[in-house]
């Protein structure tokens, strides 16, 4: 399997285990223990650049989203950003049991993870995948672009 491409049954596996380990770590029964907006990383091993998606405790309840580049200012200079893609309140966690949650957590997970893998797309010159952020265009990443096109960063 090459770094690009990653079994989706494998990645379920591996996501529905970090589910379980972090409700096998974390009560969610005790919810003032965990409101300490924590976030746990979910790093998509073997995926491209290996992005990460996070699971974070708020004050509201569970959130789902992913890392990314930013790209802001007059002279655009990159700084890490999250993006917040799904939430679920406490009322919502507390009114399901461990299993019901699991499986609401594991699903809200895979759509997260599904949804930032297809911000990628293949350099049409070095064949990388890369994210949105770091392309210069739908088929051509920021160092081809450097490179083929002569656009300075």
Not at 34 to 59: H, N, Q
Not at 76 to 91: D, I, L
Request: charged residues 30%; neutral net charge; proline residues 3%.
């Amino acid at each position: 399997m090459t770094r690009g491409m990653i079994d989706v049954k494998s990645m379920k596996i591996k996501a529905r285990d970090w589910v379980e380990s972090i409700f096998n770590q974390y009560a969610l029964t005790d919810v003032e223990k965990i409101k300490m907006d924590c976030a746990l990383y979910f790093k998509l091993t073997g995926f491209a650049d290996e992005p990460e998606v996070y699971l974070r405790s708020t004050d509201e309840g569970l959130e789902l989203g992913y890392k990314a580049t930013q790209w802001n200012g007059p002279v655009p200079a990159p700084f890490p950003g999250v993006h917040k893609k799904y939430s679920v309140s406490w009322e919502t966690m507390l009114s399901l049991d461990k299993k019901e949650q699991q499986d609401l957590v594991l699903d809200l997970l895979m759509k997260t993870i599904n949804l930032r893998k297809r911000q990628y797309r293949k350099c049409q010159f070095c064949g990388e995948k890369v994210a949105t952020e770091h392309r210069f265009d739908q088929n051509t990443c920021h160092g081809c672009a450097s490179e083929h096109f002569g656009v300075v960063y």
